[in-house]
């Protein structure tokens, strides 16, 4: 079973940068869908990025233009870049991985928080 572990997060005021980083414990080559969900203080858990074993991409329309994800098959880890951060941004991201395929799988990670100040 792959493990996933963030790290990156922060305090930062808005309009400020961060990258986050999600580190896998092994290869990620058959994971076809890696992504970052974010929770915030009382919500539910809402996407915000995913990416595909092909490179395409997808957002949530809130980040749009602010945010890049990426993923390095060779070192097993995914990013997501996030600029002009908003306090509306903060909350607990969370790296997420699944195929799409069988067997079946879908792995998170622990989280880590992002927090940011107006």
């Known amino acids: ?27 990620i080559l058959s994971i076809n869908v890696m992504g970052w969900y974010r929770q915030a203080p009382g919500k539910q858990r809402q ?42 941004d903060t909350g607990v991201y969370y790296c997420n991985g699944r195929t799409t395929t069988f067997p079946y799988l879908e792995v998170w990670g622990q989280g880590t928080l992002v927090t940011v100040s107006s």
Request: net charge positive.
């Open 1 to 27: 079973q792959v493990q996933l572990v963030e790290s990156g997060g922060g305090s930062v005021q808005a309009g400020g940068s961060l990258r986050l980083s999600c580190a896998a414990s092994r290869s």
């Open 47 to 88: 996407l915000v990025a995913t990416i595909t074993n092909g490179g395409s991409t997808n957002y949530a329309d809130s980040v749009k233009g602010r945010f890049t994800i990426s993923r390095d098959n060779a070192q097993n880890t995914v990013y997501l870049q996030m600029n002009s951060l908003k306090p509306e």
